[in-house]
C-alpha cells in the first residue's frame, strides 16, 4: 500500500541533498514524519497546505517502513500512517510536482 508525503520545494531538495530528513516542521515538532493514505491526502493538502505552491507529491510503500511506521488516530479518529524515524530518500517511490488548480492542487490521476 502506498502512503503519500507532502513536501515543500525547500525540504525536497534538502531530502535530495542529505538522503533523509526528519520531516517538516511540524514533524520535527511531532516526532513523527506524517504521512496520509489515498484517501486522506487531498484532505491534507486542503487543510496543511491550502493555497502554496511548490509543493511534491511523494508516495513511499508502507510495507517496507518496517515496524518504524504506526498507523494512529488523528483527523475524526482516522488510522493515520506516522514514521517513528527518518525519511530517507531510497524510501521514495516517486515525487512529482503538485500544481494548483482552480479549485486547490491538483493531484495526479494515477497515484499507484
Not at 64 to 92: I, N
Amino acid at each position: 500500500m502506498l502512503i503519500y508525503k507532502i513536501l515543500r520545494s525547500g525540504e525536497w531538495t534538502a531530502l535530495k541533498r542529505d538522503g533523509e530528513t526528519a520531516g517538516a516542521p511540524i514533524d520535527e515538532a511531532d516526532g513523527y514524519v506524517h504521512f496520509s493514505t489515498l484517501e486522506q491526502v487531498r484532505e491534507t493538502a486542503a487543510k496543511h497546505f491550502a493555497g502554496e505552491e511548490g509543493l511534491y507529491l511523494l508516495a513511499l510503500e508502507a510495507d517496507e517502513l518496517g515496524e518504524a511506521l504506526k498507523w494512529e488516530p488523528s483527523r475524526g479518529g482516522a488510522l493515520f500512517p506516522h514514521l517513528y524515524g527518518p525519511l530517507r530518500l531510497s524510501d521514495v517511490r516517486w515525487s512529482r510536482p503538485l500544481q494548483m488548480g482552480l479549485g486547490g492542487h491538483v493531484f495526479p490521476d494515477d497515484m499507484t
